[in-house]
């Protein structure tokens, strides 16, 4: 039992490293409510298999502190949603459609998302509600999803730690324009959504702050 309980740890460790890093080992410890010795062995485990990775912060008292991430490497270890066949149909329908063919089909297929979408999100009464409704339907999906509060200003962030298509987006930018116009649609038009950060420009998450207007 010892190796699943190791392996178990392991993956709950690589998943706070998803949706929460840079982040340091004694915080990842709390959260995760074990040892910050545990912790550290899996880091050193992950770091080993090319999973996690690790930059130095320096701080103003003592010595500087390791922030840990998960790597591209470890993407695999996540639902991916048949990434690979989503990338080759892709490619197969630019080839049969052309351009202008592939966004009549992305904008077909967002419809269709819409009504499933708004099946689930329409009964909910505050934007927060709306907003965790969206979460639990894109995390089913593969997305890691999760709504986060700005401390500073108390804006609504909706984050997205993975990206289960990452590698049909990075061949049709059409999903991820795609997608933000699914946002809009679904949360509504006194709703602004924008995005902060993008996987496909190199970030960790995609992050959208959400603003009733």
């Not at 995760?32 to 080993?48: F, K, N, P, W, Y």
């Not at 990075?170 to 509504?188: D, I, N, P, Q, S």
């Amino acid at each position: 039992m010892a190796p699943l309980r190791e392996a178990k740890g392991r993956d709950a460790v690589l998943e706070t490293l998803k949706r929460d890093g840079p982040i340091a080992a004694d915080a990842a410890a709390e959260k995760l409510g074990i040892t910050g010795m545990a912790v550290r062995q899996h880091l050193a485990a992950l770091e080993s298999s090319g999973l996690a990775a690790h930059v130095e912060e320096a701080r103003p008292r003592g010595r500087p502190v390791k922030l840990w991430s998960a790597t591209a490497e470890a993407n695999a270890n996540f639902t991916d949603s048949h990434s690979s066949l989503a990338a080759d149909l892709i490619v197969q329908m630019k080839k049969a459609f052309g351009d202008e063919g592939l966004d009549k089909l992305l904008k077909l297929r967002n419809a269709d998302l819409e009504r499933a979408y708004r099946a689930k999100t329409d009964k909910a009464q505050t934007l927060k509600a709306k907003l965790d409704a969206l979460a639990k339907i894109r995390s089913a999906e593969g997305y890691m999803a999760e709504v986060r509060r700005e401390p500073e200003t108390g804006e609504w962030l909706f984050v997205e730690n993975h990206c289960p298509i990452c590698a049909a987006a990075r061949l049709c930018t059409g999903l991820c324009r795609e997608e933000l116009a699914l946002f809009h649609r679904v949360l509504g038009k006194d709703i602004k959504v924008e995005r902060l950060s993008h996987i496909l420009a190199g970030a960790g998450r995609c992050a959208y702050r959400v603003t009733a207007l």
